[in-house]
């Protein structure tokens, strides 16, 4: 199993992890991901299931924030 370095950012983020960089508490980032999910992914933070864990895409977070290129990622 490889693992990514520290100078490659993760493919997947944990809710944990997405809701730092949001900036909102971890039950506001579950809550969002909740919301995802009811909706079909119309609204809220974009999630998938792996297993029983959620965890957050990175390229749908960079979307979500208005990020379109590794070049724009924040350090």
């Known amino acids: 199993m490889t ?10 983020l944990t809710v944990e992890e997405a809701a730092a960089i ?3 508490s971890r039950n506001a980032a579950y809550a969002a991901a909740r919301q995802w999910r009811a909706t079909g992914g119309e ?3 974009p999630c998938i299931e792996i297993g029983r864990t959620l ?6 977070l960079d ?3 208005g ?3 590794p070049s724009q990622a924040v350090a």
């Open 3 to 12: 693992t990514a370095s520290a100078d490659t950012p993760a493919e997947v």
């Open 22 to 24: 949001l900036r909102i």
């Open 43 to 45: 609204t809220g933070l």
């Open 55 to 60: 965890r957050v895409p990175r390229a749908d």
């Open 63 to 65: 979307r979500l924030l």
């Open 67 to 69: 990020r379109h290129g």
